[in-house]
């Protein structure tokens, strides 16, 4: 058996004034050769079919690996060069299986469905019998092109995306099955016109996940992935939807993503979440004796496309007064580079955010001394290192400030320990991210909350102006099916 594995993710803000072009996959995953190298979050899949190959002694062919930070739409020389190295492999090696690791939310200038386009391209050369075995992120756009021309579509369960290695061995095994006539896998998805932030390790979402994973493995269900869409692109198909893959039973994947479809919506009203803005969250820790409260930053989140410079929270910090704060990830590699020259220990007066864009507020003129400078940091999310580059310390008299010379939300509190920040000193932690950051900060934090602030990944969904597709999902409409 031959197998050729291959990565092809990014995840695409069509808001953002970022263009996501080579220089973006260089500075995230540019490489033949990912299973050499630590595994993120879109690489880790390829380790899993790597090992679990060649435990079968199968043949494994490593084609591109290509992964890039979210921002705006691709480039279209940039996707389609990509794009077609992978498929070349594929048409070169006439391998057995292909397994891609893709995201799901990926639209470049022509192509508002990457993953089906490659999808298509990639079955028109290995044609109609072989096995397409593909990856997402759940905040994918899920179509009918790709439903129509891979054999198997599996999503992470999790938010925040701690499972990606579990899910890309689920993966290998149908794949395996299906190649040797052990199944006959059948894929089916309904629309749940329901649009969300959907946060699975709290309730409802919580029993709901563990619901679909027991449904896996009865009555010839074979896996069952609910797509929660990425609601800042502006594509036709985002949206919420069910995706169920029976064993030679259509109609009973079918059924079962109708029904997964309908459980979503009878627990809609536990997924609507009432954020406070800044000014009532830090009313919130001014009031509060418990230390640290994490306060998180939604809408300046890199993972979802903003820039990571937005100065929002800090103005009304300063405004207030307020210390112990220990606030970042901030995208600045120019202000990381000056550091550098400086060196620890030096007071210097800097600039902070405010660069990229309307929504990323006024700049800040600071007064700091830069505490530390650590290079070729890292963070975990789940079993997968993140990278970070070089991070730097800026204390702005009690207010500790996080800069990176590479875009990135915060995942986890070493964001601030690895630098020598005491966090159990500190009275909140603001990291930007949306809900990526929760399983880290929950285990150390006295309370978690979730802040509506301004930047290009708002969490209000009445609001993105969507221009593609209709405003009949829900919650902007209380019955999307009425």
């Excluded at 993710?9 to 973006?24: D, I, K, L, Q, Y």
């Excluded at 090696?93 to 292909?98: A, G, K, T, V, Y």
């Excluded at 929002?312 to 600045?332: M, N, P, S, Y």
């Amino acid at each position: 058996m031959k197998l050729l594995i291959a990565c092809l993710a990014t995840e695409t803000n069509t808001f953002s004034p970022m263009p996501t072009g080579r220089n973006s996959f260089q500075a995230g995953l540019l490489t033949r050769e990912a299973t050499r190298m630590p595994g993120n979050l879109f690489s880790a899949p390829l380790h899993e079919w790597r090992r679990l190959a060649e435990q079968l002694g199968w043949q494994v062919v490593e084609s591109l690996s290509a992964a890039a930070q979210p921002a705006g739409t691709t480039v279209k020389a940039v996707y389609e060069g990509f794009r077609d190295e992978i498929l070349a492999d594929i048409e070169t090696h006439q391998p057995d299986i292909l397994l891609m690791s893709m995201h799901g939310a990926m639209v470049a200038d022509g192509y508002n469905d990457c993953e089906g386009d490659m999808m298509a391209r990639a079955r028109a050369i290995m044609g109609p019998d072989r096995v397409i075995g593909l990856e997402l992120d759940p905040h994918n756009h899920l179509t009918e092109t790709m439903l129509a021309n891979a054999t198997l579509i599996v999503n992470f369960k999790e938010y925040p995306h701690v499972d990606a290695p579990e899910r890309a061995r689920e993966l290998f095994a149908m794949a395996a099955d299906a190649a040797m006539g052990k199944t006959k896998p059948v894929m089916r998805m309904h629309d749940c016109r329901m649009l969300t932030i959907i946060e699975t390790m709290k309730e409802p979402a919580k029993t709901y996940v563990q619901a679909m994973k027991d449904a896996e493995g009865r009555d010839g269900i074979l896996s069952v992935s609910l797509t929660h869409g990425f609601p800042w692109a502006d594509v036709a198909a985002v949206g919420a939807k069910t995706l169920v893959i029976a064993d030679g039973d259509a109609d009973k994947a079918a059924q079962t993503a109708q029904a997964f479809a309908q459980k979503l919506w009878d627990i809609r009203d536990g997924l609507k979440m009432d954020y406070p803005d800044i000014g009532a969250a830090l009313d919130m820790v001014q009031a509060s004796t418990d230390r640290p409260l994490t306060l998180a930053d939604m809408g300046d989140n890199a993972g979802g496309g903003a820039p990571a410079d937005s100065t929002f929270f800090l103005q009304q910090i300063l405004k207030r007064g307020l210390t112990d704060v220990a606030h970042g990830i901030f995208w600045d590699p120019v202000l990381v580079a000056m550091c550098q020259d400086a060196g620890v220990g030096a007071r210097m007066r800097v600039r902070l955010g405010g660069k990229i864009c309307a929504e990323s507020g006024q700049a800040v003129d600071l007064d700091v001394t830069v505490r530390a400078i650590r290079e070729n940091m890292t963070q975990l999310l789940g079993e997968t290192e993140m990278p970070m580059g070089t991070g730097v310390w800026l204390d702005a008299d009690g207010v500790h400030l996080v800069v990176s010379s590479q875009r990135t939300q915060n995942f986890a509190p070493s964001v601030y320990t690895d630098l020598g920040i005491d966090i159990s000193q500190m009275r909140v932690l603001i990291p930007k991210s949306t809900n990526h950051f929760y399983q880290n900060f929950e285990k150390i934090s006295a309370r978690v909350i979730h802040v509506r602030t301004p930047g290009t990944v708002t969490p209000d969904m009445t609001i993105i102006p969507f221009t593609k597709r209709d405003g009949n999902f829900w919650p902007k409409v209380d019955n999307p099916f009425a």
